[in-house]
């Protein structure tokens, strides 16, 4: 059985920093791609950033390709999403999801749709 376990939520001051990270397991070849989302109180879930592990590439929602770092380590199948210069408005219950099978593109391990594997999540508060 798939299981993915997110970590390192918490709140911090804006301006902070804060590392997440995501441990999937349950597989038995790999995953195929490997992403965050958020979901801000009120509003819809939005990608974040993902690894196509197919492609060797990341990708990463365009307001937050210069504050937010994702990052694999290989050894260990985890996930890491390094948030920098965080604000109130990145204030979110963050998720991890993985994919299994190949996506037909890269990019769409950004696409909740293709991603069928999720955690709980967890929050991130930023505020003073």
């Known amino acids: 059985q798939v299981q993915v376990v997110e970590s390192g939520g918490g709140l911090v001051q804006p301006g902070g920093s804060l590392r997440l990270s995501c441990s999937p397991s349950?597989?038995?070849?790999?995953?195929?791609?490997i992403g965050w989302f958020r979901q801000a109180p009120g509003k819809e879930r939005e990608g974040v950033s993902c690894i196509s592990v197919t492609e060797g590439t990341t990708y990463y929602a365009d307001s937050l390709r210069e504050r937010f770092t994702i990052s694999r380590d290989n050894a260990k199948n985890t996930s890491h999403l390094q948030m920098n210069s965080l604000k109130p408005e990145d204030t979110a219950t963050y998720y991890c999801?993985?994919?299994?099978?190949?996506?037909?593109?890269?990019?769409?391990?950004?696409?909740?749709?293709?991603?069928?594997?999720w955690g709980k999540g967890t929050l991130v508060t930023v505020s003073s």
């Open positions: 999801a993985i994919a299994l099978r190949p996506l037909d593109s890269g990019n769409l391990c950004l696409v909740e749709d293709y991603m069928p594997y």
């Open positions: 349950g597989y038995t070849l790999g995953y195929s791609a």
